[in-house]
Nanobody, 130 residues
Framework: QVQLVESGGGLVQAGGSLRLSCAAS????????MSWFRQAPGKEREFVAA???????????YYADSLKGRFTISGDNAKNTVYLQINSLKPEDTAVYYC????????????????????WGQGTQVTVSS
């Protein structure tokens, strides 16, 4: 069983930045790929970014095509934590951001599909004011 706990959300003005954190129980990176999704009111859950550990200090990062440039995913294997840095925030970034974990090969192959993930966090709210 893997538990994921997100933090770092909040209310921020447009143009600002946030760093979200996802703390995972156990040493998850050797088994699981980790991702961030977001869900705005009335919309489907949307893939944001994924990270897969390649061994040592090597990580592979993947991003939704529509969100490249302002989002950066990173991981700290020693802390079992995944981060999502969001810069130049826009009101349309307002959503609940979820951390998810799935088998590495599945995440790499089908990372944009929520069904690829086994574990989910409870989410952290990000609200961007204009």
């Amino acid at each position: 069983q893997v538990q994921l706990v997100e933090s770092g959300g909040g209310l921020v003005q447009a143009g600002g930045s946030l760093r979200l954190s996802c703390a995972a129980s156990g040493r998850t990176f050797s088994t699981y790929g980790m991702s961030w999704f977001r869900q705005a009111p009335g919309k489907e859950r949307e893939f944001v970014a994924a990270i897969s550990w390649g061994g040592g200090s090597v990580y592979y990062a993947y991003y939704a095509d529509s969100l490249k440039g302002r989002f950066t995913i990173s991981g700290d294997n020693a802390k079992n934590t995944v981060y999502l840095q969001i810069n130049s925030l826009k009101p349309e970034d307002t959503a609940v951001y979820y951390c998810a974990a799935g088998r590495r090969d599945t995440v790499v192959a089908a990372r944009e599909h929520p069904a690829s993930y086994i574990y989910w966090g409870q989410g952290t709210q990000v609200t961007v004011s204009s």
